[in-house]
Each structure stands twice: as C-alpha cells, then as structure tokens.
C-alpha cells in the first residue's frame, strides 16, 4: 500500500520545490510516468484536495508573502510565484483569500505577524 502513496509524495515534494515553473498535469504525468487521471485520483485521496489546487495553494500562500513584504506590481507577484496570466492569478487569489490582491496588499502590508 505504502508502494502507492510514495509518488504521489514525491509529487508533492516536487511541487512545494518547483510552484514557480509553469505545471500542469501533463507535466506531472511526464516527470512520473503515472497517468494524470491517476495523478489525480491518488493525490486527492492523499492530501484531500487535487494536485492543482494544492499548486494554486502553494503559490497564493507565496504571493500573499510577497504583497505584504515587497513592493513589486501585482502582475508581477503573479509571474514570480508561477501565473502567467494577471487575471487568472486575481481570480485564484481572490477564491483563496476571500479578497483581491491589491486589497490584499492594502490590508497586511507592513504590517508585521
């Protein structure tokens, strides 16, 4: 059983080192040799949650770090944490954060923990 849970450890791993590179499943699918259905279906059993949203999880917890303690652009705080796309990092931001990134910002920057 535990033969199971070992790559979709290491994809978990993987993705914690690697949030900032452009992934998707194709890509988790290549590195493992693992179908991405499967991918799919084991990590949700693993960890609760798909390996996508945990990415997205990932890099959301990076950039709210980054709006709070820098003064780079939105868009930019996107790029660096591994959107592509300003909108769609917005969007996700706003799912996990119940807020916008510039509100975001307004709210915790340089206000320390």
């Known amino acids: 059983?535990?033969?199971?849970?070992?790559?979709?450890?290491?994809i978990h791993d993987y993705l914690h080192k690697n949030f900032q590179k452009k992934l998707g499943l194709e890509d988790l699918s290549k590195?493992?040799?693992?179908?991405k259905n499967y991918i799919s279906r084991k990590f949700?059993?693993?960890?609760?949650?798909?390996?996508?949203?945990?990415?997205h999880e990932i890099r959301i917890e990076a950039s709210q770090i980054m709006l709070?303690?820098?003064?780079?652009?939105?868009?930019?705080?996107?790029e660096i944490v591994g959107f592509e796309d300003v909108y769609f990092f917005s969007k996700v931001f706003k799912n996990f954060s119940d807020m916008p990134p510039g509100k975001?910002?307004?709210?915790?920057?340089?206000?320390?923990l």
């Open 1 to 10: 059983k535990n033969r199971v849970k070992e790559p979709i450890v290491e």
């Open 31 to 35: 590195i493992t040799g693992l179908s």
């Open 44 to 55: 949700k059993e693993v960890y609760g949650k798909t390996p996508i949203k945990f990415l």
């Open 68 to 78: 709070k303690n820098t003064e780079y652009p939105i868009k930019q705080v996107g």
């Open 104 to 112: 975001y910002r307004k709210k915790y920057q340089n206000k320390k």
